[in-house]
């Protein structure tokens, strides 16, 4: 038997399971009563066909486990998704068991495609390879490990003999198997491609109920994304990312110097000097300050002015520090690492820039764990609804949950009503001239702190590539096989959701959606 289907246990000893497999917590028990014809609700736990049988329940069995969390599928609403499983094995291994259920009366629900991770390019999103949760703390989006033969520690349609469709009434159960989240915390966030974020799923350290490929059985690559969450000024004289570990701090190159110059503007000043507080805040011994320019001029022209940029601003970021023991390192690249698209104004206007990298201050005081995770916000709670126009429809917006998460993330979660009589597109959703990430979706969303005059934008999944970064959306998808997420039947509601950075003092946000008015969502 191959070692890639030992199944994970909660200690390395040996079970005389007959098979080499050992067996963990078993299923509860098929219904005496069987179907003419097998459901489709087998959870998505067995092994490989060609592998010897495991202790997973057959496809008679009916996976009736008390969900711990549930959402429902943004493009149907009809996909009830459920984690019915969360548990830590060996102390650093987590497998995430999800039930997709079909509570609709008329259609199958395509599930495969779905489910896969997003992050990946069109056309290789196999298996349930989206299943994932945050570490939170660590700004990092985990997703299911990776062998070397196989898309991922994941279920697989063919292989686990799953239906491609749910059908009316059915579910099935689907698995992943990742890295646990750092810090050993008693719950995580879960997240799947189809829906929202589940937060605060309390993690068990009991075995799970099936068996399960195990990730020390051979090498595997651990697939995680580093989260990225920007904020930005009101005046747009600088951008901020914050990965959990570092910050990074765009400075405009149009307010730090007048057009071809490297010497600093009189507005520069106060702009450097909420940098270097930043820096005196922090425990960083080296600062990293880089030159940006935007596609235009040359090489020759852009290479050796954004270095001088960056050393006019080294210099002055050095003249104004209160605490000794920093370090600086000025470059300059030119055109060749862009931020955004250098096909708008917009996005040249920023692609032009000094970036400043440092080790992330440690907050001033630490949030209330009891407000770790902010409970959803009642339907119809006042002033959190709102009304626009798209395609000729009148369009209803309600804000559904405004949720803190560790490590100074959280999750808004919204519904779009269609009120019209016709189908129709809201396009405005993902109509942003700041848009820069891979695929198109749901980020024309501004969170506001009125008091900080700082805006917060869509958090930012980070892929290494060949050929770069490439940066998602941490928030809802419009394109590939989310396509028609942004199409509305008459009467339709649908809940998209988005990931942000929030500040630890705010009692409450300004939330701008599209094309709704403004909305003042209290942060409880």
Request: glycine residues 8%.
């Amino acid at each position: 038997m191959s070692p890639r289907i030992v199944a994970l246990t909660a200690a390395l000893t040996l079970a005389a399971s007959g098979c080499g497999v050992l067996p963990l917590k078993q299923a509860a028990p098929p219904s005496a009563e069987k179907p003419s014809d097998p459901p489709s609700s087998a959870p998505a736990t067995s092994a490989p066909a060609s592998e010897e049988p495991t202790a997973t329940p057959t496809a008679t069995s009916q996976d009736t486990r008390e969900a711990l969390a549930e959402t429902r599928g943004t493009e149907d609403v009809n996909l009830k998704v459920e984690v019915v499983g969360l548990n830590r094995v060996k102390g650093k291994h987590l497998v995430v068991q999800i039930r997709l259920s079909n509570t609709g009366t008329e259609k199958d629900i395509s599930w495969a495609a779905d489910m896969g991770d997003p992050t990946r390019e069109l056309g290789k999103m196999d298996w349930a390879s989206g299943i994932g949760v945050l570490d939170a703390q660590a700004h990092t989006w985990i997703l299911p490990y990776k062998p070397a033969d196989f898309p991922c520690l994941c279920s697989d349609q063919d292989r686990d003999d799953l239906p491609y469709f749910i059908k009316p009434g059915e579910s099935i159960t689907v698995y992943g198997v990742m890295p646990a989240p750092s810090g050993n915390p008693a719950n995580t966030t879960v997240v799947t491609p189809v829906g929202p974020p589940m937060p605060n799923v309390p993690i068990s350290d009991d075995p799970p109920t099936g068996d399960f490929p195990d990730p020390d059985a051979e090498p595997v690559t651990p697939i995680t994304r580093s989260i990225l969450l920007p904020s930005e000024s009101l005046d747009k004289s600088e951008e901020t990312a914050d990965d959990g570990k570092d910050l990074q701090v765009n400075l405009s190159s149009d307010v730090l110097f007048a057009v071809d110059k490297a010497t600093l503007t009189p507005r520069a000043k106060a702009v450097l000097a909420r940098t270097a507080k930043l820096i005196d805040a922090s425990p960083a011994t080296a600062v990293k300050v880089e030159g940006h320019a935007d596609s235009s001029g040359n090489d020759a022209i852009n290479d050796p002015l954004s270095l001088r940029r960056a050393q006019a601003v080294q210099r002055a970021l050095s003249a104004v520090l209160t605490r000794d023991g920093v370090g600086f390192q000025a470059k300059g690249y030119g055109s060749r690492r862009p931020l955004y698209g250098n096909d708008t104004d917009e996005g040249k206007r920023r692609n032009r820039r000094v970036t400043v990298t440092f080790a992330k201050p440690k907050p001033a005081a630490s949030p209330d764990p009891a407000n770790d995770v902010v409970q959803t916000l009642a339907p119809g709670a006042d002033d959190l609804t709102a009304t626009a126009k798209a395609d000729g429809q009148p369009f209803a917006l309600e804000i559904t949950g405004l949720r803190r998460l560790p490590g100074g993330m959280g999750v808004l979660t919204y519904t779009i009503t269609n009120k019209g009589s016709a189908e129709a597109w809201f396009h405005e959703l993902n109509r942003d001239d700041r848009n820069s990430y891979k695929y198109i979706s749901a980020t024309n969303v501004r969170l506001t702190d009125i008091a900080a005059r700082r805006q917060y934008l869509a958090g930012r999944l980070q892929v290494v590539t060949d050929n770069g970064v490439d940066a998602y959306c941490a928030c809802t998808g419009l394109s590939g096989v989310r396509l028609s997420t942004g199409n509305f039947p008459p009467g339709q509601t649908r809940e998209f959701w988005g990931l942000f950075a929030l500040p630890d003092d705010a009692q409450s946000l300004k939330v701008k959606i599209a094309t709704f008015r403004d909305l003042q969502v209290p942060v409880q």
